[in-house]
């Protein structure tokens, strides 16, 4: 049967559940953890450790790939150079136009991000430089801010971590598609991936963060950040509702009863911190997923009814 790439895409987002949250390096440290106090030498554990890291690092990359792509220039104009297996019919075109999926979504999970040299090359693409190449020098901004310059590089020993994360690459394509007579790898080799992986998620976070202008660090920063993505998802609902309108005027009276109760929804979410200069970023990101349920609940409407 011929796979359905919107309705694969659809799934992917309704498991990642309500807020998509990204991998991080908290991931890689509660493995870690498990497996330092728990599953160490606890047969096959050791052999299912290798596998969730890799996943942890797909998901990470896929994630990256998207947000690059979703948030416009450069890195949308060099889609094209990437080799992306998409076969463009309506049902695509009609769900990127209407948003149930989106550009950065649709080409992430149309790549193969299953070894180093292949994802390494998709993010190297995409913003034009080496990968490794790219993070060798990141620093960490919180620290530098906090403890100067002399703060150094995320990553101290770039090739350890480049011929770390390759062998623990080969070692899970061996775990997961072979039935080898012995383990490909040593118990020792485990704790080695954890902590490559973890530097590379770090240095590769705080890479691409600063190519997109930085994550907030002070509370101002924070509000700000939190206001500016609540305005752009009104923004986003507000063209929705303008599409809706030509066969559905009265969707404008629905909206203003929606908007008395997002606000009265988002007030109440800040109550416990009334006076605080958290405040601001609370209601902010209340306001927000609010309206990005609104915004979804209008799509399923308006996609079933063009069904």
């Not at 590089?153 to 007579?181: C, G, K, Q, S």
């Not at 969707?251 to 988002?266: M, N, S």
């Not at 990101?285 to 009814?305: F, K, V």
Request: glycine residues 4%; charged residues 30%; proline residues 4%.
């Amino acid at each position: 049967m011929a796979r359905d790439r919107i309705a694969e895409l659809l799934l992917i987002r309704q498991r990642a559940g309500k807020y998509k949250r990204a991998p991080s390096t908290s991931d890689l440290d509660r493995l870690k953890d498990i497996w330092d106090k728990q599953l160490k030498g606890i047969d096959p554990t050791d052999e299912l450790i290798p596998i969730r890291i890799v996943t942890i690092l797909e998901v990470f990359i896929r994630h990256w790939v998207e947000t690059l792509i979703d948030h416009g220039a450069p890195y949308v104009e060099r889609v094209s150079k990437l080799k992306v297996d998409v076969k463009y019919d309506f049902a695509i075109v009609r769900s990127l136009q209407g948003g149930s999926v989106s550009l950065g979504q649709l080409i992430a999970h149309s790549l193969s991000v299953s070894r180093v040299d292949a994802f390494s090359a998709v993010l190297g693409t995409l913003f034009d430089q080496d990968l490794f190449d790219a993070i060798s020098k990141t620093r960490d901004r919180w620290k530098a801010k906090h403890e100067g310059d002399a703060v150094g590089p995320i990553i101290n020993d770039m090739p350890w971590v480049r011929r770390t994360l390759a062998r623990l690459f080969e070692v899970r394509h061996i775990l997961v598609h072979e039935l080898p007579e012995k383990k490909p790898h040593r118990l020792n080799e485990i704790a080695e991936f954890l902590d490559a992986a973890s530097l590379f998620l770090d240095a590769t976070d705080e890479e691409l963060w600063t190519r997109l202008g930085g994550y907030p660090m002070s509370q101002a920063e924070m509000n700000s950040d939190a206001a500016r993505r609540h305005k752009a998802a009104m923004y986003e609902l507000e063209m929705l509702c303008k599409e809706i309108d030509l066969e559905t005027p009265e969707i404008h009276d629905v909206q203003r009863a929606w908007l008395a109760f997002k606000e009265a929804e988002a007030e109440r979410q800040t109550q416990r911190h009334l006076g605080g200069s958290i405040r601001p970023m609370i209601y902010s990101l209340a306001a927000e997923a609010i309206t990005r349920n609104r915004i979804q609940e209008l799509r399923d409407w308006l996609d079933n009814r063009m069904d």
